[in-house]
């Protein structure tokens, strides 16, 4: 009963590649968040999503797209993955805005 | 344009002592702030939400306090245990959440 899951948990894949990020949460919450964490460990925000819309596009190439099939779900694609993109990305939701955040367990992205 | 900070990024304490992490940030105007602990490996969990309107929020051992007027936050922690260890970050709500980069505690047993 994750609150928060993301598939894969490891991925490692070649320069150049299109790749996919998973998320769902089963907690009923309205919005939904990526962030991508640096090997310094530091959290940015990437994208947030209310009730299946943008509402948060932070300056991320846009080889990055989310999309947001239903507000239980937040995808992430990657085109023409690059070395810069490896790092630790996380899902995350909220009820709202002044609630908690509840974090997936994070995707490690290696691209070689 | 709203920063936050965390010193320091790490800290070595002897088990059972109390101690404080330590939480600033440059614009006053924010809606609330939370406390994350983060083990390796893994993504955040929640520790502590104060709203803005709140001083100080308390759950078993752990107490954050709010001082918006000096851009403060503290994480206290009473009688650490080794099960403790781990990376604390604060985040904060303006028009979005910004997290700070997180202070790396380890408690010696």
């Known amino acids: 009963d994750t609150a928060v899951s993301q598939t894969p948990k490891y991925l490692v894949t070649q320069m150049g590649n299109d790749k996919s990020i998973k998320c769902e949460q089963n907690?009923?919450?309205?919005?939904m968040y990526w962030y991508k964490q640096d090997s310094k460990k530091f959290l940015k925000i990437m994208f947030s999503?209310?009730?299946?819309?943008?509402?948060i596009n932070e300056t991320v190439p846009n080889r990055f797209s989310p999309k947001s099939p239903d507000k239980a779900h937040l995808n992430l694609h990657i085109n023409s993955l690059e070395l810069g993109d490896s790092a630790v990305y996380f899902c995350?939701?909220?009820?709202?805005?002044?609630?908690?955040?509840?974090f997936g367990n994070g995707t490690r992205l290696t691209v070689t | 344009k709203q920063e936050v900070t965390q010193i320091p990024a790490a800290l070595s304490v002897p088990e059972g002592e109390n101690l404080v992490l330590n939480c600033s940030f440059t614009?006053?105007?924010?809606?609330?702030l939370q406390w994350f602990r983060q083990d390796p490996g893994k993504g955040l969990t929640s520790l502590l939400l104060?709203?803005?309107?709140?001083r100080e929020q308390t759950s078993g051992r752990l107490n954050a306090s709010l001082d918006k007027s000096s851009g403060r936050s503290t994480l206290y922690i009473a009688a650490s245990q080794p099960g403790d260890s781990a990376t604390y970050l604060c985040?904060?709500?303006?028009?979005?959440?910004?997290f700070g980069k997180g202070t790396r505690l380890h408690i010696l047993p």
């Open positions: 995350a939701s909220e009820l709202e805005g002044n609630s908690p955040l509840h």
């Open positions: 907690l009923g919450h309205d919005t």
């Open positions: 999503y209310n009730n299946k819309e943008l509402i």
């Open positions: 614009d006053s105007a924010i809606y609330n």
């Open positions: 104060i709203q803005s309107s709140q």
């Open positions: 985040a904060l709500r303006d028009d979005k959440i910004i």
